[in-house]
């Protein structure tokens, strides 16, 4: 290991929320990541989902390995820092568990503060990481494999609420419409890979709540609306259709996405825009915002793919506008899964 500077005041963050065993380690003012280790559990694949449990084992089973090499990467050493930040909620209870018990242990072993982090307001810091001259007020789509919601955020980096998902997250949507269509999981990255070539007009997928003046999403129209296709047109003509399939059902995925951030950009008349969580590494949306963003008058900000699929950078990010718990009172502290 190398060792550059003495007592650097970084911050250690950890990530374990869902499948992605994730360490990182962040400049003090958490716009900046020295380093930024994701292992991704392939444990999943042959299930087409994630299974709670044997992302608990693999995390506990990686866990170490990842905080090391997040330190290595930096060219630092334990001594370089002074606060652990790790995710607390919302996500899988035993694989949250993993990643707080292990940041409980090294913040203790070295009387550090421990600061807990909620997961959305991590995705939404990674703008910090993309922007690092961002502030806000502004408004953040959050679109993940679990939640699809926007926010107003305003000065004191506080989230408020516009409207959220009414059923499905939009990741989900995609995750259960790859898994239709026979596609591989993580569906969203797959959907994507199968869409290239197709005709995002050859099918009229329903976008849910368009017309409505609410900042509201649904997903589980579209998602019905796949099957009775794929009934209509058989296994033959599902074959051949696919990229078109494909291309056409992640296009009113996006479309949803892209309506409703650009209305809440509207009502809230935001400096900025931020797009966040892993479906905001697909190239359709943000090819789309930035082009919506010309006519929006806003900033916007998405930042790059890896930034927006699970990591501990943006958990990092997010510590400075979190409270911190003093060495030892988080011992007792606990990991929520909502
Ligand atoms: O934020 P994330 O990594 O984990 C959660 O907090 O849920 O988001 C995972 C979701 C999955 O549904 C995945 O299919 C989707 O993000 N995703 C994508 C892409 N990469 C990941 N969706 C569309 N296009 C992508 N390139
Ligand atoms: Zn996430």
């Known amino acids: 290991m190398i060792r550059t500077m003495k007592n650097r005041k ?45 992302a608990s084992r693999a995390h506990l089973e990686r866990i170490d390995g990842v905080i090391e090499r997040s330190l290595a990467d930096a060219g630092i050493c334990l001594e370089d820092v002074d606060r652990v930040a790790v995710t607390v909620r919302p996500g899988l209870i035993g694989a ?30 990674a703008a910090y990481l993309a922007d690092p001259d961002l502030e806000p007020p502004f408004v953040a789509l959050i679109a993940s494999g679990g939640h699809t919601a926007l926010y107003a955020v305003d000065r004191d980096h506080d989230m408020h609420l516009l ?16 898994r239709m269509l026979g ?23 329903p976008v ?17 609306s796949l099957l009775y296709k794929l009934k209509e047109l058989g296994e033959e003509r599902t074959r051949q259709e696919l990229p078109h399939l494909a291309a056409s059902y992640e296009a009113a995925v996006v479309e949803a996405l ?27 949306l943000r090819r789309t915002l930035e082009e919506e963003s010309v006519g ?6 998405i ?5 927006c699929t699970d990591n501990a950078a943006m958990i990092g990010a997010a510590a400075p506008y979190t409270p911190v718990i003093a060495c030892p009172n988080y011992l007792s502290l606990n990991a929520r899964s909502v």
């Open 303 to 307: 930042p790059p793919p890896e930034l």
């Open 163 to 178: 409207g959220e998902t009414l059923d499905d997250a939009a990741g989900e949507a995609l995750d259960k419409g790859a």
């Open 183 to 205: 596609l591989g999981f993580p569906g969203g990255p797959a959907l994507q890979k199968a869409a290239q070539n197709g005709d995002r007009n050859r099918y009229d997928f």
């Open 258 to 284: 892209v309506r409703k951030l650009t209305r809440a950009a509207d009502i809230e008349d935001a400096p900025a825009v931020v797009v966040a969580g892993g479906v905001a590494a697909n190239a359709l």
């Open 96 to 125: 949250l568990l993993v990643g707080l018990s292990a940041a409980k242990g090294v913040a203790y072993a070295r009387s550090l503060p421990l600061v807990p982090v909620n997961h959305l307001e991590g995705h939404v810091a």
């Open 10 to 54: 970084l911050i250690l963050a950890i990530e374990t929320s869902c499948d992605d065993t994730c360490a990182a380690v962040v400049e003090p003012d958490g716009r900046r990541a020295l380093s930024n280790v994701v292992h991704t559990q392939t444990e999943h694949d042959r299930y087409g989902g994630v299974v709670p449990e044997v």
């Open 296 to 301: 929006l008058g806003a900033k916007l900000v």
């Open 208 to 224: 849910a709540l368009k017309g409505r003046d609410n900042l509201d999403f649904s997903f589980s129209g579209l998602k019905t």
